[in-house]
């Protein structure tokens, strides 16, 4: 996740982590994971440092160009739960195309590229 | 590219109820992987990842890899090698006599990368026949057991890869590379990062002043028959 700032919205950490901020916690499908107060910068706002310290997720600055990344959770496995991330991706046209809207059918999802 | 045989098995198994999704790991989006898409003529959902999103939320390490969704959007399968149904493998390629050396060179290497395109598919029918009974459907945990260990590491190298992108795409192609080649030493497993930087420098991924690894020194490195790990169907 490119941050241009510390304190992302819960909106945006959702969309790019898959990880939202609950009463109880940062979550991620069935998995919570408790978060000291301090996380909370202002209403719908979340201190990337208290997070990326608790889940793992290394923090990288670029102070030449103003940006950090925030990468996944990690110390356990890629995969923190079965249940697939929101995840929406465009077509060649850039039309979004969600995943969750082929709820109800068997998919077979296939990473390529062109290199 | 496997897209044209993705959309063959796509016009058998949808009407069994399967959809098939193509998603292109591509920093430079539809303008390399778009003319691929177009000469294929998918009917399914072709998608194009410009983030190489799905490696952090999902693990995707290489291509082709694949994930099984079931109905209630969980997975059965986790990242895994998914091997496309081919006409003949690529060992039975022929380049003219005139080919540059290196090409003929990775031509030999990469027909002696393990495919097991049959165990694959016959699996993936199983489970479009059978749903959860298939033996090939695996239960929530042991979707997440099987899916690839994530130390801090990979962490790291999945910001610094992001970093890379972003700079790349910015237009700050010096300042991208230190990024894309600490991603390299942190997650030499991922082929992704590699061969998508290598790729924004030289489409062939032969050595270049900029990296310190290329597509077929690292695959004699590591033997071309460990480039796919072996099916754990």
């Known amino acids: ?115 | 590219m496997d897209l044209p045989v993705w959309q063959a098995l796509r016009s058998e198994l949808r009407p069994l109820g399967l959809e098939i999704v193509t998603v292109a790991l591509d920093t430079r989006g539809a303008e390399v992987a778009g003319p691929w898409i177009d000469a294929a003529k998918p009917e399914h959902p072709s998608l194009i990842d410009a983030a190489h999103s799905l490696d952090t939320l999902l693990g995707i390490t290489n291509v082709p890899m694949g994930v099984w969704i079931d109905e209630d959007g969980v997975l059965v399968r986790p990242p895994e090698t998914a091997f496309a149904p081919r006409a003949g493998g690529i060992g039975e390629m022929k380049l003219p006599g005139s080919a540059p050396q290196r090409l003929k060179d990775m031509l030999a290497e990469a027909a002696k990368i393990r495919v097991e395109p049959d165990a694959y598919v016959a699996a993936l029918r199983d489970w479009v026949a059978n749903g959860k009974r298939s033996r090939f459907a695996l239960a929530p945990d042991e979707v997440v057991r099987r899916s690839a260990a994530r130390p801090i590491e990979a962490s790291r190298a999945a910001a610094s890869f992001e970093l890379g992108q972003h700079l790349h795409r910015a237009g700050h192609v010096e300042a991208a590379r230190p990024y894309f080649r600490e991603a390299h030493r942190l997650q030499p497993e991922n082929w992704t990062y590699k061969r998508e930087a290598w790729s924004l420098v030289d489409p062939l991924q032969g050595p270049t002043e900029h990296y310190d690894s290329d597509w077929l020194a690292d695959i004699r490195k590591i033997g071309a028959e460990n480039y796919y790990p072996k099916l754990e169907l």
């Open chain 1, 1 to 115: 996740m490119i941050l241009d700032r510390l304190d992302p919205t819960d909106d945006e950490l959702a969309r790019a982590t898959g990880w939202t901020l609950k009463p109880e916690g940062a979550c991620k499908a069935e998995v919570c994971v408790p978060l000291a107060a301090s996380v909370r910068t202002a209403p719908g706002r979340i201190d990337v440092r208290v997070l990326a310290e608790k889940l793992g997720m290394a923090l990288v600055e670029d102070a030449a160009h103003g940006v950090w990344a925030l990468g996944p959770e990690s110390g356990g496995r890629a995969l923190t739960s079965a249940v697939l991330p929101e995840i929406t991706l465009p077509d060649r046209y850039g039309r979004p195309f969600p995943l969750g809207s082929l709820r109800g059918t068997k998919v077979f999802l296939c990473a390529w590229a062109s290199w």
